[in-house]
């Protein structure tokens, strides 16, 4: 059987199981021990155990059960919430202070979280109930917690990122450089759309009032006293000091990111225990569960996904698809297109995790025959793959924001959730023209990159 054959059904079997609604990790592993016993010595089942720890057996992939740790003590605590108030407070004499603070809460909560899901989470069940009593449209309101989730795999530590420094062969620390950039710039792009955004309903609130007496509680923003601002910093300056703490132990060089990872996850139970009170078994055991629940499934997910990569590795598949890449002579600009367009189709039904480990194979020998950055090209298709947690079909944030706000109308979610997608492009298009927006922080950093 041709290469281009075995491909072609190796492809067509693994879209099938897929759909079939076979969890992830269990349809990636079914796929390759198949082909394995198809298409492999027999002696290869072997060693199904073997390769899959030998994949695994990683210390950057340490550090992943410990950024977790670190999440989900923040997370299941009232810090997030405590984070968003006091934002709020400091942000409301801004118009769209509000929908400004949320985003800034997302992209602080993102950094010491590490998950899109758990950002979702943890400030969307306080800033959405709150941008609602505050008369936002409730689209707009889901939007903007959707979009600010997703720089949970883009702003460090991002797991996302961890996967694909280990994929990709690039220097971890250098790769979370480059994310503070561009997740800077989407911060900054969806703080000035909430704004506009703000000014638009704000004015149709108000004419509505002026036309025919309906009031808007737009029109009735509570004030925040300066006593009342600064009562609030003390439960939240503990977890900006420990998010400043993590980065000056990583890009200090005084810890590597498992250590860094075990500090930040120690240091968010020692705060929560002293700030929050969390700290006798029944309230750690919710936070260790969740720990665990989460770093086995996506480790599961992460190995299973190895042995696919190495399955398709050993078959010549993936060499073969990136040699005909190169033998079409596509422009490198084009090449760049196709690749990040074929992430945002599979970004329609595969999480990140999958994405970067079934695809590295593939698309990263000619881009690195092409001259490009791989640091910089990571940048870019982890925007990419955010975009692909809030567009339909199957956007993971968009489901979160139902299970907290079911209220909302799916319609209304996504139609909300469509203009950061739009803003996500403009963030990649404007790093394509000024790719110093993400290689320009660590190269100053860590000085210029290979």
């Known amino acids: 059987m041709s290469v281009l054959t075995l491909g072609l059904l190796f492809g067509a079997v693994t879209l099938v199981v897929m759909f079939s609604g076979m969890p992830i990790s269990f349809a990636l592993g079914f796929v390759a021990i198949l082909f394995m016993a198809l298409f492999m010595p027999a002696s290869s089942l072997d060693t199904v155990t073997q390769n899959v720890y030998e994949e695994m057996a990683s210390i950057t992939l340490l550090s992943i059960p ?254 073969s698809a990136a040699q005909a890449i190169v033998a079409m002579h596509l422009s490198k600009w084009f090449l760049l297109a196709a690749i990040l367009l074929m992430v945002v189709i599979l970004g329609f039904f595969l999480p990140p995790v999958s994405i970067i480990l079934m695809t590295a194979p593939i698309v990263l020998p000619p881009l690195r025959v092409e001259g490009f950055d791989l640091i910089w090209f990571g940048v870019l298709m982890t925007i990419v793959m955010e975009m692909g947690l809030i567009h339909p079909p199957v956007g993971l944030n968009i489901f979160v924001i139902k299970n907290i706000a079911p209220d909302i109308p799916l319609r209304d979610v996504i139609w909300g959730v469509m203009p950061f997608v739009g803003l996500m492009f403009v963030a990649i298009i404007l790093i394509c023209i000024f790719p110093g927006i993400a290689t320009g922080f660590p190269d100053m950093v860590m000085g210029p990159g290979k």
């Not at 704000?202 to 309906?214: D, I, K, L, N, S």
């Not at 004030?223 to 910093?233: A, N, P």
């Not at 139970?269 to 720990?291: C, F, M, N, Q, S």
């Open 66 to 319: 410990l950024f977790i740790l670190k999440g989900a003590a923040i997370g299941r605590s009232e810090a997030g919430r405590d984070l968003y108030l006091a934002m709020h407070a400091w942000m409301q004499r801004i118009p769209g202070g509000l929908g400004i603070a949320n985003v800034f809460t997302c992209a602080l909560f993102a950094a010491m979280a590490g998950s899109s899901p758990a950002t979702c989470s943890a400030i969307g069940s306080a800033g959405i109930p709150e941008m609602r009593k505050r008369g936002y449209s409730p689209g707009f309101a889901a939007g903007i917690i959707a979009a600010g989730g997703t720089l949970g795999i883009l702003l460090p530590p991002s797991i996302t990122m961890i996967l694909y420094a280990v994929a990709a062969e690039v220097s971890l620390g250098r790769l979370f450089l480059a994310g503070i950039g561009p997740g800077l710039l989407l911060v900054a792009l969806f703080a000035v759309y909430a704004m506009y955004r703000f000014r638009k309903e704000f004015a149709v609130a108000h004419r509505a009032f002026e036309e025919h007496g309906q009031a808007s509680a737009y029109l009735n923003e509570k004030r925040y006293t300066m006593h009342e601002r600064v009562e609030m910093l003390p439960r939240v300056l503990p977890f900006v000091i420990l998010l400043i703490g993590v980065m000056v132990a990583l890009y200090g060089g005084y810890a590597t990111p498992s250590e860094t990872a075990g500090l930040g996850g120690v240091l968010a139970l020692a705060l929560i225990a002293v700030v929050y009170g969390v700290w006798r078994p029944k309230d750690v055991a919710p936070i260790l569960g969740a720990t665990l629940k989460e770093s086995t499934m996506l480790m599961f997910i992460i190995g299973m996904s190895l042995l696919f990569s190495y399955v398709m590795s050993y078959l010549t598949i993936s060499q």
